[in-house]
């Protein structure tokens, strides 16, 4: 059984929903919704460029849009303190092993989860150059980016098209 939902962050209870869709794959519908600013927790970026934490294989490459304006490159370890920042992502999506996968460009960035014998789930990060941190946004099996990332971004990050 292959279940996808995207889980927003702006809903509590959603696990219960999540957990009572896994009984109907057949009739289940994508769970989406915009989470509200209020929600979003941060992580701040200087930690990914410390001197103590040179930037390791699990980088993401921003490509054209990489630089301190975009938060590009970005490590899994930054993206897991954002992620476990946010508690309602965080308490939605199991972590399991860490993040793989990590993808960064424009602002934005992807990491798939890691959980043993269950569905690996996308999380959706956005960077705030104001405040120079990454804030997870939302987190789940499908959909993570429909609505929220530019086409023009999305088509650069794992996970985004599907």
Known sequence: MNIRFALPVALPGLLLAATALAGCADEAEPVTSAPPASTKAVVPVSEAASPDKAPSSKAASGGAASGAASGCPVTAAVLEKAFKANKQVADAILLGKGFKDVSCY????????????M???VVLFKYDAAKKTWAAVVGGTDGVCRDRVPDD???HLKGCLN
């Open 106 to 117: 424009g602002g934005w960035a992807t990491a798939t989860a890691t959980p043993e014998n």
């Open 119 to 121: 569905d690996q789930a």
């Open 153 to 155: 971004v999305a088509t």
